[in-house]
């Protein structure tokens, strides 16, 4: 192929290296792990090996500890096994299409129910107050997310060592970087945001250089066991999903972006689109915004990863006036493995919707590694 764009072509991504495209699969939670182990299994092998044309494949959701879990049959990273299982995957993606693989490091916070919840303190928050909605249960049913135990100053550390102990099996699984999520209103968005984080008085809550405290030492606790041009870290300053959204987000998100540029990190991805709901408490965060914070650090080379609802059209734009570096598609990844060779070559994408096999537990290969790549006459 000839005359790529630039969102088409190479690109080097801090120490990761050269990487196929600029184009990224954002992390999403397809629900296929179905064993008590909680390993990756040769059905999710075989799907992620089919969208390894792109550039950076981010993994689904990976739970960091058993106290992390909040959906059902999701693969985990806090043990050996898991880690070697997950190696499989990563050695298959770089023998196919080549794509660099970063797993996604999630803890689920409030997001959780005590039936599903597999930690010694349950289902865990800043404070008190639950997500709204409910989740699905193990035998299929639902029920209202559960009260959060609220985490104490004394218990909180554990839970760092927790992101650091995945970041050790996730180096161990060979994964080309780890990605910290820290958006739509997991734990540490639930940390950050004063909307979940107003009521606490010791030194995790309150102001903002409180609520930013425990980003700033999971960060160092997954830089610990990684350099910082292999790390990313994930916001969602706009959303609304898992209850979010605060009036300050602009201060907020600026001085979080601020703070991982600071680190070092490879990138930010940036959930700048408005697709998963605008929680309209304060003005739409901009990748520009992003773009002017990380340039006031100074000597900075971290990047903005653009996400959320963009076409090809979108990410070309956004990649050409330098407003990020790269763009992460969730859904289109999903009903399109090729979604590369696709935007290349101007082929039809397939939309098809039926979300019910997204992202349900035990519904196995269909919806999942069932769609086919564009077939040429």
């Not at 096994?81 to 490091?105: R, Y």
């Not at 609220?150 to 970087?177: F, Q, S, Y």
């Not at 910290?180 to 030194?203: C, M, P, V, W």
Request: net charge negative; hydrophobic share 40%; proline share 4%.
């Amino acid at each position: 192929m000839s005359n790529l764009s630039k969102l088409l072509s190479p690109f080097t991504l801090g120490g990761m290296g050269t990487v196929n495209n600029r184009m990224a699969m954002s992390a999403l939670t397809r629900a296929r792990c179905n064993n008590p182990e909680h390993e990756a299994n040769e059905l999710m092998l075989k799907y992620y090996v089919q969208r390894s044309t792109l550039g950076v494949l981010i993994t689904e959701g990976t739970h960091i500890s058993p106290g992390g879990i909040g959906w059902v049959d999701v693969p985990g990273i806090w043990t050996e096994g898991q880690a070697q299982h997950w190696k499989k995957i990563v050695d298959a993606v770089h023998e196919a299409g080549g794509a660099k693989v970063v797993m996604q490091l999630w803890h689920q916070g409030r997001q959780s129910h005590s039936t599903v919840n597999e930690g010694p303190l349950g289902v865990v928050g800043p404070s008190s107050l639950p997500a709204e909605g409910q989740m699905a249960l193990k035998d299929g049913s639902k029920a209202d997310f559960s009260v959060p135990h609220v985490l104490t100053t004394e218990e909180i550390p554990l839970v760092v060592a927790e992101w650091k102990n995945a970041a050790k099996m996730a180096r161990l699984a060979g994964l080309d970087g780890v990605e910290i999520h820290s958006a739509n209103g997991y734990l540490l968005d639930t940390f950050l945001q004063s909307k979940t984080n107003s009521e606490r008085t010791d030194k995790y809550g309150g102001c903002l250089e409180n609520r930013l405290r425990l980003v700033e030492e999971v960060i160092d606790a997954v830089l610990s066991e990684w350099p910082a041009d292999k790390v990313g870290i994930k916001f969602s300053p706009n959303g609304v999903y898992g209850s979010m959204g605060s009036a300050d987000n602009v201060e907020t998100f600026t001085a979080a972006i601020k703070l991982a540029a600071a680190k070092g990190l490879a990138f930010i991805e940036l959930m700048d689109g408005l697709a998963f709901g605008f929680h309209e408490l304060s003005k739409p965060f901009t990748l520009e915004m992003g773009q002017e914070a990380i340039k006031s650090v100074e000597g900075s080379e971290t990047i903005i990863m653009a996400n959320c609802g963009h076409t090809q059209k979108s990410a070309e734009e956004a990649v050409e006036s330098g407003n990020a570096g790269m763009v992460s598609f969730g859904r289109p990844t999903i009903t399109n493995p090729d979604l590369f060779d696709r935007f290349a070559n101007g082929y039809e994408l397939n939309n098809e919707v039926d979300r019910s096999l997204w992202w349900s537990a035990g519904t196995g290969e269909k919806g999942y590694t069932t769609y086919p790549a564009y077939i040429t006459e």
